[in-house]
């Protein structure tokens, strides 16, 4: 006859325990396409996760997949869509289908820093018409990430005046950026962050609008001859996001951590892109690349053009019947107000 072995009462009390802290602990997969060396994994998805676990006291982890393991950048938002990632970080350049409104934020001449345009832009997904558009998509923003104004990078010769533009074909990270150029009179190439570099080197296109942070992670320190210093080409925003029904399905209290951990983040981040500015351009400097500044009679004829770009963004999405020149008016206000 075998002897059946029965647990005390005080195992089993610790196993309930136990088993209950791992049936309550609740995992996230994080996926996103940047490099794990990049400014939006080491300033913002990494230091926002660390965030939620400590404040959460464990009842959240996360899966990490950066550099594209699960989900190239573009593909982020449909990654987020079919489940595949549970948080990701949208970049807003290549959606503007799906959030065409929230392309406001990437046009030139709105703000002159990072720190100035996150608040802005951070207010505007948290409620209104920007809101709205996350919410018909059951998405819920976290938090967000807005580089500095976007630079000229050049591969040859550096683009000194609006008339310089003419007959290049600039890299683009798309959306409102593409008008940017068409209005400048080069020509958009829209093409992935991750294949710039490939594209640069052979000639595909001859320089990039770009943000300085941007530019180590993806080598292009290695190639490019020039780069401007005092232009406001636009820049690239992007949303750290979740399903908007995983974020309902939260304890208002795990809600809480989430977002006041995000906005921590965010503001951690648009000062250390500001800061970034200065002491990239330095060394950039010093390793044979020319930083320069546009004359004030060229800045002042570029910037009439890239206004002109803005009003041919509104005059788009108001064919769609969208309240364009409304959010563009909002927004304006909102960024005076920082």
């Known amino acids: 006859m075998k002897m059946k072995h029965l647990a005390s009462p005080a195992c089993v009390g610790l196993f309930a325990i136990a088993n209950a802290a791992v049936v309550q602990a609740q995992s996230f997969s994080f996926v996103h396409g940047s490099p794990e060396g990049h400014m939006l994994s080491r300033q913002g998805a990494e230091p ?18 950066p550099s594209g393991q699960l989900s190239s950048t573009p593909e982020l938002f449909r990654a987020l869509q079919s489940r595949v990632a549970d948080v990701t970080i949208i970049p807003i350049g290549y959606v503007s289908d799906e959030l065409p409104l929230n392309g406001v934020s990437m046009l030139p001449g709105l703000g002159s820093s990072s720190k100035e345009i996150v608040a802005a832009y951070s207010e505007a997904v948290r409620d209104g018409v920007l809101a709205d558009e996350f919410t018909a998509q059951d998405i819920m923003p976290l938090f967000v990430s807005v580089y500095p104004p976007y630079q000229m990078v050049s591969m040859r010769d550096k683009i000194e005046s609006a008339d310089d533009f003419r007959g290049k074909v600039v890299r683009s990270a798309g959306g409102a950026m ?9 020509s958009p190439a829209e093409i992935p962050i991750g294949d710039t570099y490939v594209a640069l080197e052979r ?20 190639i490019m001859s020039s780069m401007s210093r005092n232009g406001e080409f636009g820049t690239f925003s992007n949303v750290f996001a979740m399903r908007l ?11 809480q951590v989430f977002l006041d951990c995000g906005e921590r983040v965010q503001e951690d981040m648009a000062n250390y892109l500001d800061d970034e500015v200065e002491q990239l351009a330095q060394e950039f400097s010093e390793a044979g690349i020319e930083i320069y500044e546009f004359s004030p009679e060229a800045l002042a004829e570029i910037n009439e053009r890239l206004e002109a770009a803005n009003e041919v963004w509104v005059q788009r999405l108001e064919r769609r019947g969208l309240p364009a020149q409304r959010v563009f008016d909002e927004y304006a206000v909102a960024l005076a107000d920082q």
């Not at 593409?178 to 400048?184: H, Q, R």
């Not at 000639?203 to 290695?222: M, N, Q, R, V, W």
């Not at 029904?245 to 809600?255: G, M």
Request: with cysteine; hydrophobic share 40%.
């Open 245 to 255: 029904d995983d974020f309902d399905a939260l304890s208002d209290e795990l809600q």
């Open 48 to 65: 926002w996760m660390e965030c939620v676990r400590e404040a959460s006291e464990g009842d959240v982890d996360f899966s990490y997949y």
């Open 178 to 186: 593409n008008l940017a150029i068409s209005e400048l009179g080069a």
């Open 203 to 222: 000639g595909t296109a001859d320089g990039t609008i770009s943000g300085f942070a941007s530019i180590k992670p993806f080598s292009l320190d290695e």
